[in-house]
């Protein structure tokens, strides 16, 4: 077949299929040669074609008769220099950092190393062909039909997140067609956009769907990688999550799911993980990158570029300071927004990202060209605000664009429900959208992204049944993963027989999701939390892709029973504006009287006094919350008014009698909520007194009506 060379383009980088064949372009500062080479269905080299073209670093050709669907991959000549970090190796194949889609699985008895394994020695360069081992790159057809595509725009302040796993959320789902499960097509299927309605959230945040590998060490275990956090290629959908097909059809499918959820009124938030990529360290494999132009891709030691910095704990950091690396990562995002229709990203260690020379900057050339950009800057913009390194931890210290998982919501709703002493204030702040972090710096409370648990940790259910981790079947002797704190020492670990401690327990769940539900900010969901999901302890799941992570859809009474309160949480807020404000409180004049945005009391039904927000012993507060001053007006311009809402918090271990304060304009309260109350939660008293007792570790909720 003809393989006739043109000059072809140097943009768009990547694998472009037009008329006259496919126009390949890939950038490297330091190669002295590149070649294209393409693969049979069987794995076997069919040919390999020199790019000799070279414009600004970026070597292209246009080979003809070559279409979508055809594999290929890259071999890059230059020195092999490690010390320099330079480790050109034209014996391995390299992945295209701009592939739309990936075919097949890493090799690890397959010679990925680039040096010599069996010394050991990073600096001796090991000439066997890895081709075998390595994934390869496909030519896609990029055509879409988006035409009836409606991206729902849900303001961020008006959003709940259920955080999910592509996989696990449908795997074992009875009512999801057999060959469906466990794939995009399974989350975009009728019974899982059904439930996803009903339970009422707004946009599912999917953990890592970009390409990924699994490590070595984790098959020679019979594991493999579930989270997703081992990026091989930013711009493909993983293939694994494709039910039609892995040499193009993963992206249609991809986007058949974008388009079935947009048309539920769900968005579609991506996990990605820009930071690093699964190459490792200098003792790790070569599949792309590393390959590519080592020293452009990742930062190296200042003075010893053999050894790489590492500020993610994976290896490697990429290297955002390089124009071209910020490009890279800057294309893959307008990608997944413009051809992919993705409403929004959570930066997986978004510290990393916005390093200079070492520490944590706003001014960074990241955030900088993120705000610049009209694409990216008006999607969701979401941070896992810390990293490894030193000063990652910046909670709070993001640019205005920008929301982030509060890591101290998390830490403070958990004390305070275990019983932890002196967290009053703290624990008031992150109920009112954390004003303390964001205020100050011109964002508002939906910057703050509450929750109570997420992928990495224990599940809800785990939090209130075990004292401590039982990672044991991830094959580390229980070492890996953090040492959670459990939310309540209950005495028993595990499934128990108790029904009074099984009470207690989902006391404490309902507790914690009404906290969430009902905070100012954002609320994120982990996916299963609404029905008790379990994973027996284990804090760390990563390598679980399995039975142990898959949502178990056989609900009990119990499961069912939290599952309907936390739909019916989820669409109380969604309800009342006056639940999910879009500024911080403050008073205000109305009608020419000074009205209080929100107010706080003690048990006695008296305003807190200041020294009380700092009394240690205090576990019990009353908040309330005016809805007759939310400073937001309907589509004609008139004020919107809603519902008041006072809120009883108790986490002592007994219950304690509240005076209820007056509800504002002369209305009276009716009870909305009452967590102590397994059976319905949301029954109403027909009569409600002055006074009211909150049982031990409970909330209960009320709300103002006409007279």
Same mark, same amino acid.
């Given at each position: ?8 383009k ?21 190669a002295?040669?590149?070649?294209v080479?393409?693969?049979? %269905? ?38 092999? %220099? ?18 739309k ?64 796993h592509?996989?696990?959320f ?142 993610t ?29 993705v ?6 260690l ?15 050339s ?23 390194? %030193? ?15 509060? =890591? ?55 939090l ?17 993963g ?8 209950? =005495?028993?670990? =595990? ?79 969604l ?51 005016? !809805?007759?001053?939310?400073?937001i ?21 007994? !219950?304690? %009698? ?19 109350n ?30």
């Amino acid at each position: 077949m003809d393989r006739t060379l043109l000059p072809g383009k140097p943009y768009p980088l990547g694998a472009t299929p037009t008329s006259k064949g496919t126009n390949f372009a890939i950038y490297s500062e330091n190669a002295t040669a590149v070649s294209v080479c393409f693969f049979d %269905e069987n794995g076997r080299q069919t040919d390999c074609v020199s790019l000799h073209e070279r414009t600004a670093f970026i070597w292209h050709g246009l080979v003809r008769n070559i279409g979508p669907g055809q594999r290929y991959g890259y071999r890059v000549e230059g020195p092999w %220099e490690p010390e320099n970090g330079l480790r050109f190796n034209p014996n391995k194949l390299l992945v295209d950092p701009y592939a739309k889609a990936i075919t097949g699985e890493v090799d690890w008895k397959a010679p990925i190393f680039p040096y010599d394994v069996t010394t050991g020695n990073d600096l001796t360069r090991d000439d066997r062909d890895s081709a075998a081992g390595v994934p390869k790159a496909v030519v896609i057809d990029a055509h879409f039909d988006w035409s009836d595509d409606c991206p729902p725009d849900i303001p961020l302040a008006d959003s709940v997140i259920y955080e999910m796993h592509v996989r696990g959320f449908s795997k074992l789902n009875p009512a999801v067609p057999k060959k469906l499960r466990g794939t995009y097509a399974g989350l975009a299927c009728a019974p899982s956009i059904e439930y996803l309605q009903k339970l009422g959230v707004t946009a599912v945040e999917l953990l890592p769907v970009h390409h990924f590998i699994d490590e070595g060490h984790l098959l020679d275990r019979g594991l493999r990688d579930y989270w997703g956090y081992n990026s091989l290629g930013y711009f493909a959908p993983m293939s694994r999550y494709s039910s039609s097909g892995d040499t193009g059809e993963q992206v249609r499918e991809f986007k058949k799911m974008v388009k079935a959820l947009h048309k539920a009124g769900i968005e579609v938030i991506l996990d990605v993980v820009y930071n690093h990529t699964c190459e490792g360290n200098r003792m790790g494999p070569m599949l792309s990158m590393k390959g590519i132009d080592n020293t452009t891709y990742y930062r190296q030691v200042p003075h010893d570029p053999r050894y790489y910095m590492d500020f993610t704990g994976t290896g490697n950091t990429l290297n955002v300071m390089h124009p071209q690396v910020l490009k890279l990562v800057m294309d893959s995002l307008r990608y997944w927004v413009t051809e992919m229709h993705v409403d929004g990203f959570r930066f997986d260690l978004a510290s990393t990202l916005a390093r200079e020379l070492h520490a944590v900057s706003k001014l960074s050339s990241f955030f900088d060209t993120i705000h610049q950009d009209p694409t990216i800057a008006d999607v969701k913009l979401i941070a896992e605000p810390w990293d490894v390194g %030193e000063g990652g931890y910046q909670v709070g210290n993001f640019p205005v664009l920008w929301a982030e998982w509060n =890591g101290r919501y998390r830490d403070t709703v958990r004390r305070f429900w275990k019983g932890d002493s002196g967290l009053l204030s703290d624990f008031a702040y992150r109920l009112t959208g954390s004003s303390d972090l964001y205020q100050m710096d011109g964002r508002k409370p939906y910057a703050s992204i509450n929750f109570v648990t997420a992928h990495d940790g224990f599940t809800l259910c785990d939090l209130v049944s075990y004292n401590e981790k039982h990672n044991e079947a991830n094959g580390e002797k229980n070492g890996d993963g953090a040492n959670d704190n459990n939310a309540w020492n209950m =005495g028993a670990e =595990g499934p128990t027989d108790d029904p009074a401690i099984n009470s207690l327990r989902e006391r404490q769940m309902r507790n914690f999701l009404a906290t969430l539900i009902l905070s100012q900010g954002v609320p994120m969901v982990c996916g299963g939390d609404e029905f008790a999901r379990t994973q027996n302890g284990n804090n760390n799941a990563y390598c679980q892709d399995n039975e142990l992570t898959w949502f178990d859809w056989k609900l009990t009474p119990a499961r069912q029973r939290l599952l309907e309160f936390t739909s019916k949480l989820i669409h109380l807020r969604l309800d009342h504006p006056n639940l999910h404000r879009r500024k911080f409180f403050q008073d205000r004049v109305i009608h020419g009287s000074l009205v209080r945005d929100i107010a706080w009391f003690n048990t006695d039904g008296n305003e807190l006094a200041d020294e009380s927000w700092n009394e240690n012993w205090a576990r019990a507060l009353a908040l309330m919350l005016n !809805g007759r001053t939310l400073a937001i007006t309907d589509e004609d311009g008139h004020p919107i008014i809603d519902d008041s809402f006072l809120i009883l918090v108790n986490a002592a271990a007994e !219950g304690v %009698e509240f005076t209820l304060p007056p509800a504002p304009a002369e209305r009276s309260w009716k009870q909305v909520l009452d967590t102590e109350n397994i059976e319905d939660p949301f029954a109403a008293p027909e009569i409600l007194g002055e006074k009211v007792i909150v049982g031990g570790r409970a909330m209960r909720v009320f709300c103002d009506r006409e007279p």
